[in-house]
């Protein structure tokens, strides 16, 4: 159970966030990229948000961030070597950071891509090529691991391993992909296997599954290049699929709203929706180039979709028809949050962070700042990619080596 709090602010009593409230995962609680944070305010100081510390040391990459028990989990490449690393919120600095692989070498940015999940005393971390570990989140101490290539007979795709694995209970289910099974449940205590989708052979992709419920019955739906599916957390049994023409890569993760499913892609794929019906039925709803999104992801509210469209620039798209609402084109192509009635919209490239109210009636800025420091050592080719957060208040960005955390709530 979820308490909130009230605190005074310049006279006026505003409901802030939960007290324990957490991120433990990507894109926080189900996945939705929805912050649980209540009473943030409407505009931000001219030149941002208060800065309320910047660790300088999170290495190199695009990995995430998850935040649970006053502890934020990220990845980092730091002098060949990939780390786990874990960051106190309250002060910024370093609690603990241990070994989590080889480096990944790209030409995008070498480094580790992927967000930790958090799940009790455990937190789970995949390196950028394939090393799978579950270290004890008080201290980093190795628990166990696999390697989704070498263990799992999985295939490292051309930009690393990016997933973040899912906690369904008592099983990790990660994407090694291959020939013994496009899924994998393992035993989150020991890491043993406990089933293989068998019968879906497809190779991973750079998506992350989600946890839905239809017809009071969970389900694992994930996004690979030619298909969207979703399986049983029991035995990981295929309870339905659909086509879905991918093209290079396939990246941000699925959408569940209403019995709907919905996924985009970049590289002028486009989006698809189904709607799951009885038995795991899927009825076709549509597919288009209304959202064309390759990697800063989109969020569901109220029935409408918002996130960035190669070409059309940022758009608003209704979910039940898949019709554009309205586009903009004012702002760079990046990544979105959503936190309290507004999107929090960032520029991959020029570090530009923008306040958005989360409206049909069009793209409605409300205020903007420069994220700086930004990193001289990230490749010439990569992005501002890792994914915006808002928690208790504060609001948590990176760049390469560079941690920021913003007090929302300051004046």
Not at 141 to 158: A, E, F, M, P, T
Not at 289 to 306: A, F, R, T, W
Not at 344 to 352: A, H, T, Y
Request: proline share 5%; net charge neutral; aromatic share 8%.
């Amino acid at each position: 159970m979820i308490s909130s709090r009230c605190v005074l602010v310049g006279g006026l009593a505003l409901a802030l966030s939960v007290v324990g409230a957490d991120w433990p995962q990507w894109r926080g609680d189900g996945r939705k990229d929805h912050s649980p944070d209540k009473g943030l305010p409407n505009r931000w100081p001219g030149g941002g948000p208060k800065v309320a510390w910047v660790y300088e040391n999170a290495g190199l990459g695009y990995a995430g961030y998850s935040i649970a028990q006053g502890t934020l989990f990220t990845m980092g490449l730091r002098e060949g070597q990939e780390f786990l690393i874990a960051v106190d919120t309250a002060s910024g600095k370093e609690s603990w950071s241990t070994p989590a692989g080889p480096k990944y070498p790209n030409g995008w940015g070498d480094g580790p891509r992927m967000t930790p999940t958090v799940d009790g005393n455990r937190v789970f971390a995949i390196g950028g090529q394939g090393l799978l570990v579950c270290v004890n989140a008080k201290d980093g101490r190795l628990i166990w691991s696999k390697h989704l290539v070498n263990d799992l007979g999985g295939k490292l795709q051309d930009w690393g391993h990016t997933e973040s694995p899912l906690v369904v209970g008592d099983v990790l289910v990660c994407t090694p992909g291959g020939a013994k099974g496009t899924l994998a449940a393992l035993d989150k205590a020991t890491g043993e296997v406990r089933w293989r989708t068998a019968d879906l052979t497809d190779n991973a992709q750079y998506s992350s599954p989600i946890l839905i419920r239809h017809e009071g019955q969970d389900q694992v739906v994930q996004l690979v290049m030619n298909r969207f599916f979703g399986v049983s957390p029991k035995d990981g049994k295929v309870l339905w699929k659909k086509d879905f023409p991918g093209r290079v890569a396939v990246i941000p993760t699925p959408i569940h709203e209403d019995g709907i499913v919905y996924v985009s892609a970049g590289y002028g794929v486009g989006c698809e929706a189904i709607r799951l019906g009885a038995k795991n039925s899927v009825e076709p709803l549509y597919a288009n180039k209304v959202m064309k999104n390759h990697h800063g992801g989109v969020v569901c509210v109220d029935g409408h979709v918002y996130g960035h469209s190669d070409g059309a620039g940022w758009v608003c798209q209704d979910l039940k028809t898949g019709k554009e609402v309205w586009a903009h084109k004012g702002f760079g192509k990046g990544a979105v949050t959503y936190a309290d009635g507004k999107l929090i919209c960032l520029d991959e490239r020029s570090g530009d962070v923008a306040l958005v109210a989360a409206s049909t009636e069009g793209w409605k800025e409300l205020s903007r700042f420069k994220l700086a420091p930004l990193s001289s050592k990230r490749s010439s080719q990569g992005g501002i990619w890792p994914h915006p957060v808002v928690l208790d208040g504060r609001l948590y960005l990176r760049d390469q080596e560079y941690l920021h955390c913003f007090d929302l709530r300051a004046k």
